[in-house]
């Protein structure tokens, strides 16, 4: 089965840029999603087919996928941005979604 | 605006059964396939199941083949997860949520609680 291998913690400074990596086998092959999900609350949907937002989000969040690895990028990092971050995929070889395990992103 | 009210949850014994219901608004639910998600306390995310538009295409985790059911009613507006032998790992939070192309969510519900336990 496809996996996706995410670093369980990134840590970073308000105003910086968090890079959060989500590595898979080929990943740059498929469509890479990303959610945000804070304390008590459902995820949300922040970037789409590797780098496109849905509308709302701010144009702080970005993302990029080539080769085994996809980033989500986050500038100007603000304490409302702290929460666990999921990469998602859809494999189509197995007909299964797959996330990752989750990076639990902390402002400093 | 887009509104998926996830209802069923609840404390059933290892074994046990129970069906969760999604209740959707806002959007031409016939047109959209839908996914269910769970989350285990404390854990990440996992997919689940999904379902097309029309019931025709359905797909299960391998944790959950054999004993979860998809289904849908597009008259009710209503997305079903019916579990079956239910087990302690099964304990999570369960989402629906709306699915887009290549398998992603852009909606979801608030999700209801599912604790096996005897």
């Known amino acids: 089965s496809y996996v996706l291998t995410q670093p369980p913690s990134v840590s970073v400074a308000p105003g910086q840029t968090a890079r959060i990596t989500c590595g898979g086998n080929n990943i740059g092959s498929k469509s890479v999603h990303w959610y945000q999900q804070k304390p008590g609350q459902a995820p949300v949907l922040v970037v789409y087919?590797?780098?496109d937002r849905p509308s709302g989000i701010p144009e702080r969040f970005s993302g990029s996928n080539s080769g085994n690895t996809a980033t989500l990028t986050i500038s100007r990092v603000e304490a409302g941005d702290e929460a666990d971050y999921y990469c998602q995929v859809w494999d189509s070889s197995s007909d299964r979604g797959v996330f990752g395990g989750g990076t639990k992103l902390t402002v400093l | 605006e887009v509104q998926l009210v996830e209802s069923g949850g609840g404390l059933v014994k290892p074994g046990g059964s129970l069906r969760l219901s999604c209740a959707a608004s806002?959007?031409?639910?016939?047109?959209?396939?839908m996914n269910w998600v769970r989350q285990a306390p404390g854990k990440g995310l996992e997919w689940v199941s999904s379902?097309?538009?029309?019931?025709?295409?359905?797909y299960y985790a391998d944790s959950v083949k054999g004993r979860f059911t998809i289904s849908r009613d597009n008259a009710k507006n209503s997305l079903y997860l019916q579990m079956n032998s239910l087990r302690a790992e099964d304990t999570a939070v369960y989402y629906c949520a709306r699915a887009r192309l290549q398998g992603r969510s852009d909606y979801w519900g608030q999700g209801t609680l599912v604790t096996v336990s005897s």
């Open positions: 087919d590797d780098s």
């Open positions: 806002g959007f031409t639910f016939s047109s959209y396939s």
């Open positions: 379902i097309s538009s029309s019931s025709s295409y359905i």
